[in-house]
């Protein structure tokens, strides 16, 4: 059982380039989330979703953009990288309560 | 700003003593659940506490839940270095999942 893996782990990016980073759960949860972490920061929410088809801001969403096209995918986009940017990115998933996280996305972006 | 806030932000303690972190929130709550993290990696969940409940117990671990004070504690007891990781408490009002900064616990040998 998978539970929640984000592609990719690593990643460098040049100012101003594009990327998305891909959330796939297998458990069949209806509610999505992308935090970034950064140092003394905690997880602060860029976007969530609370099923198929839906996405919504969360404390952090300039810069980003988010789909929700298929129940088990969450893909972040950055269409224009910049250094503050440069971050670890966490997904989650949930049905109602507790939250399962993948492993991470470490972005730098020079 | 986050919703909730740890304190404190680190916390170095001798194995077998126990561990004391605190959470204060801003608006009302689900939920409180507190998630442990270990360098580098994803969050785990540990325990939900309800905002109808007081206290809650699981295993080692001892939550309790003041909503008119809008905080929560963890109580680790008997410490082991297998604890040593970062905890965060996560409030969830609707289906938002927010959390806090965190506070860093170390246990030594």
């Known amino acids: 059982n998978a539970g929640v893996t984000q592609t990719p782990k690593f990643r460098v990016l040049k100012t101003g380039q594009s990327m998305t980073l891909l959330c796939a759960q297998d458990?069949?949860?209806?509610?999505m989330y992308w935090y970034r972490q950064d140092p003394g920061m905690g997880l602060r929410l860029i976007h969530y979703?609370?099923?198929?088809?839906?996405?919504a801001k969360g404390e952090v969403p300039d810069g980003y953009n988010v789909s929700r096209l298929k129940k088990q995918n969450f893909l972040l986009g950055l269409e224009s990288a910049a250094p503050s940017q440069t971050s670890v990115y966490f997904c989650?998933?949930?049905?109602?309560?507790?939250?399962?996280f993948g492993q991470g996305t470490r972005l730098t972006v020079v | 700003s986050q919703q909730g806030e740890e304190d404190p932000q680190a916390l170095s303690i001798q194995e077998g003593e126990n561990a004391t972190m605190n959470c204060s929130y801003k608006?009302?709550?689900?939920?409180l659940q507190w998630y442990r993290q270990n360098s580098g990696r994803g969050l785990v969940h540990l325990i939900l506490?309800?905002?109808?409940?007081r206290e809650k117990h699981s295993g080692r671990l001892r939550v309790t839940l003041d909503t008119s004070k809008k905080s929560s504690s963890l109580l680790i007891t008997a410490s082991r270095e297998a604890d040593t990781a970062s905890y965060f408490c996560?409030?969830?009002?609707?289906?938002?999942?927010?959390f806090g900064a965190g506070t860093t616990v170390t246990v030594r040998a």
């Open positions: 989650a998933s949930s049905e109602t309560t507790e939250a399962f």
């Open positions: 458990m069949n949860h209806e509610y």
């Open positions: 979703s609370v099923g198929e088809g839906t996405t």
């Open positions: 608006t009302s709550i689900n939920n």
């Open positions: 506490i309800r905002s109808n409940e």
């Open positions: 996560a409030t969830d009002a609707g289906y938002k999942l927010s």
